[in-house]
Structure formats: C-alpha cells, structure tokens
C-alpha cells in the first residue's frame, strides 16, 4: 500500500546543475502537487495539476518547471539549481475537490551548493 | 485570498498537560474545509482531521478534540494529557469546495512534548 512515493529522498547538487524529482501515487487521483517546506513557511505550492496533461502554477512557481505525461506520475524539473531551491520538497495527491484531503509523500530533502 | 494564520510558533509542555494549538482562518468562500496534519520528526505529513463549514460540532478523537467556531473564523486543536510521541509540526489548512488547488497551509506550530 504505497500511497504516494517520492524519488529521491536526499540529493546534493552543485548551483546550475539541473535534476527532475519523480512522484508516484497508487490511489488513482486526479490531482497531484508539488510543494517546498522552508523553515518558518510552512508548505508552498510550486506547481500542481488536475489531471493527466495538465499543469498549472502555484504561489511560487519560478525557476521550476513540471509534467503529467501519466496519471500515477508527477515530475518535478530544476533546470538550473539555485542555493535559494534548497528546500524539502513534498509531493501530495488527492481526488480532486476541495473538500478531499491531499495525501503527501515521505519528502525529498534537495541542498544546492 | 484565503489566509491561514498560527500564531504560535513554537510551544514546550510537560508530558501528560493538555494543549491548545491555535488556528486562524480568512475565507470569502461561505462553503469551505478545515484540516489539521501532523509532521514527526521522521517527516512524513499525516492528515488528522477534515471538517466543513456547515458542521460547528466540535470533534474528538481519543486524547484529540477540534474546536470550531464560524464565529472567530478559528480552528483550534486540543491534546489531552499529551505524550512525548505528540512532538511534532502541526499544520492548519484551510481549502475552498470546488477547486483542490486552492489548498492554503498555516506556518504551522512546533509542539515539544517533554519526558
């Protein structure tokens, strides 16, 4: 019962390096989201989608760039990391109105030098 | 816009007190949804709780109660004699009914539940 998962849990990259983040959810929901968590901010919405083919921006989308080729699959793309994109990362998924709790993944923990 | 405000940022309590997170909410929406997850230490986000803006009945689950009231756009979280397994971030969230986007996280408060 895997729920969503998030690959990879740790990276360490150098500034200007890019790197794609991948989610995968099991439970067949429509929407899926890409947040950061920075300490004292809570969670942030990046990027998210309402279904497959589909990507919207979210409160701080810049320097990120996202696809929904798959349902079960939500990719998060840096093309060219910033120190000020070292964060932990969540991914979250859920069936869709407002009303459904978001489901989130274990976090990936991302330090750009 | 909607807005989710915890103002506590951080709060310590000896094992076994009660303790009240705060949450505080700004919706133009008159249908909306309230939620609370817990982060441990290990990370992961855990829903706790759901509750929709028609129902003020307050909620209690084993050693947790949720107060809502319409009336001071609040949401708060109660733990009853805590435990240290309780130490953790709790996040309010607040999100309207028709669109999944529209999810708003508070900062969160950090409870240290001491031994």
């Known amino acids: 019962n895997a729920g969503v998962t998030q690959t990879p849990k740790f990276r360490v990259l150098k500034t200007g390096q890019s790197m794609t983040l991948l989610c995968a959810q099991d439970?067949?929901?429509?929407?899926m989201y890409w947040y950061r968590q920075d300490p004292g901010m809570g969670l942030r919405l990046i990027h998210y989608s309402v279904g497959e083919g589909t990507t919207a921006k979210g409160e701080v989308p810049d320097g990120y760039n996202v696809s929904r080729l798959k349902k079960q699959n939500f990719l998060l793309g840096l093309e060219s990391a910033a120190p000020s994109q070292t964060s932990v990362y969540f991914c979250a998924s859920s069936a869709g109105r407002g009303y459904q709790p978001q489901h989130f993944g274990d976090g990936t923990r991302l330090s750009i030098l | 816009a909607q807005k989710v405000t915890q103002a506590q940022t951080e709060i310590s309590v000896v094992e076994k007190e009660d303790v009240t997170l705060d949450c505080v909410y700004e919706?133009?929406?008159?249908?909306?949804?309230l939620f609370w997850y817990k982060q441990p230490p290990s990370g992961e986000l855990v829903f706790l709780i759901r509750r929709n803006s028609f129902d003020e009945q307050n909620e209690i689950s084993g050693r947790y109660s949720w107060n809502f009231q319409k009336s001071t756009s609040s949401f708060n979280f109660t733990i009853t004699a805590s435990q240290v397994v309780d130490s953790a971030v709790y996040f309010c969230a607040l999100s309207d009914y028709n669109y999944g986007q529209n999810f708003v996280f508070g900062p969160g408060t950090r409870l240290s539940v001491l031994p």
């Open positions: 919706t133009r929406d008159t249908t909306y949804y």
């Open positions: 439970m067949n929901h429509e929407y």
